[in-house]
């Protein structure tokens, strides 16, 4: 079963906007990722944030996390043309061996 | 720098042939390897991982099989392929509590 949840499914915003994308999962975790994929293309990574952590910064990303809630964001500041692409969260659970589970992901589209 | 290599880039093969996906990494050793399929769409999902030479675990049952005949060389194989067996497949590396690394993919297509 999916252990991540990303909502929505598809966002589609205008150059310059911020784009947050959300994140929900059901058991206790390790660390939660983010990648982007584009299309057609292998992952990349974009951020780990570890559970003890709360909020992470990286160029014109910002992660938080809530694990009161199980629930993780990524804003996206100032888009570009660029940033269209598929952005998954994939968390990792204690004494698994760092296996990820990912979730279906959010299509983001970002018009010039 | 760490590379790893994932060929073919595309595949079309008829229902019933065997199947094989290599994936190399390089600049590093001893990492853990993963397989993934996509289906369109959707997200990843783990079909086989390994911590070291000879050491495979299963996380679906499946028509495949993985092996890992060398400390960066991870194969995935197939004896008789299946329709349910197209996808977009991906392999990666990671360490102990950090990002994995993706491959670009095989577009596995049967026909």
């Known amino acids: 079963s999916q252990q991540g949840e990303e909502d929505p499914q598809a966002l589609s915003i205008q150059e310059g906007e911020n784009a947050t994308m959300n994140c929900s999962y059901k058991?206790?975790?390790?660390?939660l990722q983010w990648y982007r994929q584009n299309s057609g293309r292998g992952l990349v990574h974009l951020i780990l944030i570890r559970s003890n952590e709360r909020e992470k910064h990286s160029g014109r990303l910002r992660v938080t996390l809530d694990t009161s809630k199980k629930s993780s964001s990524l804003l996206i500041t100032a888009s570009r043309a660029a940033d269209t692409a598929s952005y998954f969260c994939?968390?990792?659970?204690?004494?698994?061996?760092?296996?990820?589970?990912f979730g279906k992901g959010t299509l983001l589209t970002v018009n010039p | 720098s760490q590379t790893i290599h994932q060929w073919p880039a595309t595949l079309v093969q008829p229902v019933g042939s065997p199947l094989s996906l290599e994936c190399t990494v390089e600049g590093t050793s001893n990492p853990n390897l993963y397989w993934y399929r996509q289906a369109a769409g959707r997200g990843l999902q783990l079909l086989f991982y390994s911590v070291g030479i000879g050491q495979i675990s299963s996380e679906v049952p499946q028509n495949l099989s993985a092996s890992r005949p060398q400390d960066r060389q991870f194969i995935l194989s197939s004896k008789k392929l299946l329709l349910s067996d197209s996808g977009f497949y991906l392999c990666?590396?990671?360490?102990?509590?950090?990002?994995?690394?993706f491959g670009d993919g095989t577009r596995l297509s049967i026909l």
């Open positions: 990666a590396w990671g360490r102990r509590d950090q990002p994995q690394h």
């Open positions: 058991t206790s975790i390790n660390n």
């Open positions: 994939a968390t990792d659970v204690w004494g698994s061996n760092y296996k990820l589970t």
